[in-house]
């Protein structure tokens, strides 16, 4: 059975798309308006900079200009357009113009003060958020893509699939994979029994 | 697959609530029975809280940037370029004028040309027939190409472990010279060198079966994303401190050891 609500935002968007495409602003500033935060949400989980990120919000639209005359109303013009803002990123981390500039916190994930065994929450809570994102950079690159997708911008394993161009199954063993390496990673820190 | 075994794989699942009910109601009952499993469970579960306080700063982020003018920043950035046109409309237009009778006998002519030429070309250039014997196709086994692959991730790693092992032995050297600055700039481009070149070894060192090397390089990563981080010039003090580190780990014995290793092929 069909999803009737995302039948008809399909349509929409594909209506968008093809107005966008000859020339129609308005639609254009539309598609813009619907997708600008997950593509920020992408950019900044992956560059870790607010400018970066803006400047990849824009980038990638830009991007999306330029390539929608083979934009196909059968795609999926969500995973399309964040496989757009993605390589973006990717391009981005290549050149390194990013990763080594800015970091959430100042403090090797080594020298941390490992979190109390309180409840999660303020302190630890906060602790527990910077060793992750430092291990969470430690992890292979696939791995970290579909962690950083799942958690970061709250995909869900079908788009993920559908944006990286892999199956679910092999979503959800890079999930697998990737939370059992960050246990790993983060034991010695958290004061989690071996 | 034992029931701790598949707990341990539904875990995030069943911490991040997107099970089933029935996988949800066996998770439970499994946990209550084994204090393995809660543990790792907790563990999960702390972890998830992580992303979560990861995923509440994007959105304070987010707060912070005025979303109803991004759009029109866009697009006007967009379409101040050329004007765009799709493609057919383009052609169209610039078609638009060759079917009148003056065109024509040109269009004729082009087309004969292009016919005769395009014949032409395909009797010059057919291929020949070639007896089936003279070109033997290329194959290589699947195992083959695992052993090509584990050299290759071999390589890189002991081409990663030399230059590492320079740049640690820089800081070594220099502090049994005593306190002599280290050029920072030098540093910081030697280590953001090697953190990139590990960024794609880890690809490598992910398909291939190379753990120990690849538990020893995680740990050179580390030294060299935090010594790539800061930008100002090197204090004694922080270079002490690197020095600490790399005897600590007893960095550059491991090297030593790992690249007899790998060049003995016993890894």
């Known amino acids: ?22 020339g129609d602003r308005e639609a254009f500033r539309e598609l813009t308006r619907m997708y600008q935060k997950k593509v920020f949400a992408l950019g900044y989980s992956f560059l870790r900079n607010r400018e970066d990120a803006l400047d990849l919000v ?113 979503v959800k063993s890079l999930h697998f994979k990737a939370v059992r390496n960050l246990r790993t990673m983060m034991r010695p820190y958290m004061g989690w029994e071996r | 697959m034992s029931e701790c075994d598949r707990f341990e794989l539904e875990a995030a699942a069943f911490a991040g609530g997107t099970l089933d009910a029935d996988g949800e109601a066996r998770m439970k009952t499994h946990a209550r029975s084994c204090p393995d499993c809660r543990r790792r469970l907790s563990e999960v579960e702390e972890l998830l809280a992580g992303a979560a306080a990861v995923r509440g700063d994007i959105d304070s982020m987010m707060d912070s ?31 638009s004028g060759w079917g009148t009778p003056r065109w024509r006998p040109v269009l004729a002519a082009a087309l004969a040309g292009l016919v005769i030429g395009a014949g032409g070309m395909f009797f010059a250039l ?86 120990k090397a690849r538990g020893i390089c995680d740990q050179i990563e580390l030294l060299f994303i935090e010594l790539a981080r800061s930008g100002e010039e090197l204090t004694p003090a922080e270079a002490a401190e690197i020095r600490d580190y790399i005897e600590r780990k007893q960095l550059l014995l491991k090297i030593k050891l790992l690249r007899s290793e790998l060049t003995g092929n016993e890894v």
Request: net charge neutral.
């Open chain 1, 1 to 22: 059975m069909t999803d009737a609500p995302a039948e008809e935002l399909r349509e929409d968007v594909s209506r968008l798309a093809r107005a966008a495409r000859s």
């Open chain 1, 58 to 170: 824009q980038e990638t639209f830009l991007r999306l200009y330029q390539k929608l005359d083979s934009y196909r109303p059968e795609k999926n013009f969500e995973a399309w357009l964040l496989q757009i803002a993605r390589n973006l990123c990717i391009d981005h981390l290549r050149r390194g113009e990013a990763r080594l500039r800015s970091r959430t916190s100042g403090t090797s994930v080594e020298d941390m003060d490992p979190p109390d065994n309180r409840p999660v929450s303020g302190e630890r809570l906060r602790d527990i958020r910077d060793i992750l994102n430092r291990c969470v950079e430690r992890l292979a690159d696939r791995q970290r893509t579909v962690f950083t997708m799942r958690h970061f911008i709250e995909l869900r394993n079908e788009e993920i699939a559908e944006t990286l161009g892999i199956t679910t199954g092999t």
């Open chain 2, 65 to 95: 940037i005025d979303w109803e003018t991004l759009p029109e920043t866009i697009a006007a950035r967009v379409f101040a370029g050329p004007s765009r046109q799709p493609f057919f409309e383009r052609l169209r237009d610039a078609m």
């Open chain 2, 126 to 211: 057919r291929p020949r027939a070639v007896p089936s014997g003279d070109r033997a196709g290329y194959f290589a086994s699947s195992e083959v190409i695992d052993r090509m692959e584990l050299q290759m991730a071999r390589q890189e790693t002991l081409d990663y472990l030399d230059r590492s092992q320079t740049l640690l032995l820089e800081f070594v050297q220099n502090g049994s010279a005593g306190p002599i600055p280290l050029s920072r700039a030098d540093a910081v481009e030697k280590a953001r060198a090697l953190v990139a070149k590990k960024r794609y070894l880890n690809v490598q060192l992910e398909s291939v079966p190379l753990a």
